[in-house]
């Protein structure tokens, strides 16, 4: 059964302390990973797709990596309006649909 | 603004009515999506359109919900006798191809509250 589990649940830091999310799956017919940040209320805000395991993206204090089995998400020196949930899914193909496949996210908190 | 558009934002119902919701995607994105969202989780998928085609369901979306996108544009998802077990964020996306994967972009949601 496809899966995607994201750690840790919730996350606080303080300004300027970087730090790391996780995301593992087990999928079969992986045609990409994909990074969403979700504010409260707001519908997910698409920022990376990884295609294949070495693969690195970066925007702004966001670098996100892929390896076979998992994705991390490295934050570095965050700012407070960094602070929202970053969503991790992976899309498979089934039939001609390529849904994605989210976990449940980690809820990130910087305080100034 | 070229994004998803959904409408409404928020809808509050009593359980047992229906209620209809519309997704506008990105002009040139030929594929469409609906999922579900509840407090905590992540989005939940529901249905899939390609042009005005449904090519798939969830076994989420029981017979209470349709979904149709008529001219291949916009989409509504109906719910029928809603319960409050209904309640949720459901989003639209919408997807163009890049390399071997679908870019999937969403909607703001609309939030539903059954009493």
């Known amino acids: 059964e496809d899966q995607v589990t994201q750690s840790p649940e919730a996350l606080r830091l303080q300004e300027g302390e970087s730090s790391s999310l996780n995301c593992s799956y087990t999928v079969s017919g992986l045609r990409g990973l994909f990074w969403y940040r979700q504010d409260p209320g707001k519908g997910p805000e698409f920022l990376f797709t990884?295609?294949?395991a070495g693969e690195e993206k970066e925007k702004e204090r966001l670098k996100a990596t892929l390896t076979k089995k998992e994705s991390f998400l490295h934050i570095t020196a965050p700012k407070p309006e960094d602070s929202a949930t970053y969503l991790c899914a992976v899309q498979v193909r089934r039939d001609s649909s390529y849904k994605l496949i989210f976990g449940s996210g980690t809820r990130l908190l910087v305080r100034p | 603004d070229t994004g998803v558009s959904q409408d409404p934002r928020h809808k509050i119902t009593k359980r047992g009515q229906n209620v209809t919701f519309r997704c506008d995607p990105i002009s040139e994105h030929n594929r469409l999506y609906w999922y579900r969202q509840t407090l905590g989780q992540g989005p939940e998928f529901l249905t899939y359109?390609?042009?005005?085609?449904?090519?798939?369901k969830s076994r989420l979306l029981s017979d209470r919900f349709s979904a149709e996108r008529p001219k291949g544009s916009f989409s509504t998802l109906e719910i029928q006798r809603t319960e409050q077990g209904d309640s949720a964020m459901y989003l639209c996306a919408s997807s163009s191809r890049q390399g071997s994967s679908y870019e999937q972009y969403f909607g703001p949601g609309t939030r539903l509250t059954v009493t």
């Open positions: 990884l295609y294949s």
């Open positions: 359109f390609q042009n005005e085609a449904q090519l798939e």
